[in-house]
């Protein structure tokens, strides 16, 4: 406002406040407040707690109810009897089973070896060239329906007149596997420190030597979980191997499988229990050794 000399003075605090109010002050809680919201913690933690366990019940109840009646002392798993370990000498001595897992474990080697190489690069791709299909393609193969990919897998095997048996497998186990190798060391890569490289790049070493002897050293935990999570994913696998497998070529999940549509003995329990254990401890050492990308990140 002027101030009777042709100049204007501030106004004053009074002023300010009249023409641009304050907001009020939040109200605060009381006491009575203070202890609902304690109780509506409380009563909430409960029941994120109640669900997490029924969900872990749900989940885990049917595996530890496996590996409990692989140690019944009765030909039928239907009622407990006793404690015995004969079954699992029962699956030392079957010659059918010893195949089984042998074929298991062959392509499984294979399979996860060829993967890890072709993943690594994959996710080495992924992490270098910022392409919108390349992610695409990659992840691509872990959102499509086994059931789907084994059977395309089928056509495309018939189509090129390949005979089905074991090396059929191990395709189309690597074409699976590849995308859960790249996906972790594409996690790992984005964790890596670039300025390194840029160093080793600054003091005259070339691409392959950078990558030899500083990318290669930091992403190899990636790398070998990626291989064991790959090694797990082709063992443990049904679908695929189903559609791609011929006659000859019967492995672990296709022995269970034709064992329990007779019925569910011990037997199936004990070597249920057998791959059971070997699936978790794999998983365990992979999310050890990429932690990050074990939880999506």
């Not at 002392?73 to 030392?92: C, E, H, K, M, P």
């Not at 191990?170 to 790249?182: D, E, P, R």
Request: aromatic letters at 10%; one cysteine or more; proline letters at 5%.
């Amino acid at each position: 406002m002027s101030n009777g000399h042709g100049n204007y003075a501030a106004p004053d605090n009074e002023t300010r406040h009249a023409r641009f109010p304050l907001p009020s002050p939040l109200p605060q809680a009381g006491e009575g407040d203070k202890g609902l919201l304690r109780k509506f913690h409380v009563k909430h933690s409960w029941g994120l707690l109640l669900a997490g366990l029924g969900g872990s019940l749900f989940l885990y109840l049917p595996l530890v109810i496996v590996v409990v009646y692989s140690f019944n002392d009765s030909n039928i798993a239907a009622q407990w009897v006793g404690f015995t370990w004969r079954w699992y000498d029962v699956l030392l001595h079957d010659a059918e089973m010893i195949q089984a897992a042998y074929n298991s474990l062959l392509i499984a080697l294979v399979a996860s070896a060829v993967a890890t190489v072709l993943g690594t690069l994959a996710g080495m791709a992924m992490y270098r060239y910022k392409l919108r299909l390349l992610p695409f393609l990659v992840v691509a193969p872990l959102a499509i329906p086994e059931i789907l990919t084994g059977v395309s897998l089928l056509v495309f095997f018939v189509l090129l007149n390949m005979t089905l048996g074991l090396i059929s497998i191990m395709l189309a186990h690597i074409s699976f596997c590849i995308s859960f190798v790249a996906i972790v060391v594409r996690s790992r890569l984005a964790g890596m420190d670039e300025s390194l490289v840029e160093a080793a790049r600054d003091l005259g070493a070339t691409p392959w030597q950078s990558f030899r002897l500083i990318t290669l050293p930091l992403i190899v935990p990636g790398v070998l979980a990626g291989a064991l999570l790959a090694f797990t994913m082709s063992i443990d696998d049904f679908v695929i191997t189903f559609f791609t497998a011929g006659v000859e070529s019967t492995t672990l999940p296709l022995k269970i499988y034709t064992m329990i549509k007779i019925a569910v003995t011990p037997e199936v329990n004990a070597i249920s229990t057998i791959l059971m254990l070997i699936t978790l401890l794999l998983v365990t050492i992979a999310s050890k050794l990429a932690p990050n990308a074990m939880r999506g990140g």
